[in-house]
């Protein structure tokens, strides 16, 4: 069976996958991770666009806070499809959150790496 949104070319295609987009972003607005990770990079966003002293480094210190944003949303959608798939507990299913948590934790750790380099440098 062929996904009905897959024929879609052009405007609207680029109209849906707008859509879409921002029905993520609502839905990761009623994550509590989602909604402290957003807090913080309200914060740090601006933070190291005035601490950064050139371009590159005001790349990497904001990239570093959106990159935790963008793996909190894979992380959600992970626990999601988990979800979905079955409420029961399984060793599968926990291994995979565990997963996906950990790697929320890795770029919360990546943050507080490049934020010491760059602003140490």
Same mark, same amino acid.
């Given at each position: 069976?062929?996904?009905?949104? /897959?024929? /879609? %070319? =052009?405007?609207?295609?680029? &109209?849906?996958?707008?859509?879409?987009? #921002?029905? =993520?972003?609502? *839905?990761?607005?009623?994550?509590?991770?989602?909604?402290?990770?957003?807090? #913080?990079? *309200?914060? #740090?966003i601006? !933070?190291? &666009?005035?601490? =950064?002293s %050139?371009?590159?480094?005001? *790349? #990497? &210190?904001?990239?570093?806070?959106? @990159?935790? !944003?963008?793996?909190? !949303?894979?992380?959600? *959608?992970?626990?999601?499809?988990?979800?979905?798939?079955? !409420?029961?507990?399984?060793?599968?299913?926990?291994?995979? /959150?565990? &997963?996906?948590?950990?790697?929320?934790?890795?770029?919360?750790?990546?943050?507080?790496?490049?934020? @010491?380099?760059?602003?140490? =440098?």
């Open positions: 069976m062929q996904n009905a949104h /897959k024929g /879609k %070319t =052009g405007l609207r295609r680029l &109209l849906n996958a707008a859509r879409y987009s #921002l029905d =993520g972003l609502v *839905a990761a607005l009623s994550e509590d991770a989602f909604r402290q990770e957003l807090a #913080l990079s *309200a914060v #740090l601006p !933070l190291g &666009l005035y601490l =950064g %050139t371009g590159i480094a005001r *790349a #990497l &210190l904001v990239g570093s806070v959106l @990159l935790v !944003l963008m793996v909190e !949303l894979l992380n959600s *959608a992970i626990e999601a499809a988990i979800d979905r798939v079955s !409420l029961e507990d399984h060793a599968l299913s926990k291994r995979a /959150k565990d &997963l996906g948590s950990a790697a929320v934790m890795v770029s919360l750790a990546n943050v507080v790496a490049v934020w @010491l380099i760059v602003l140490a =440098g």
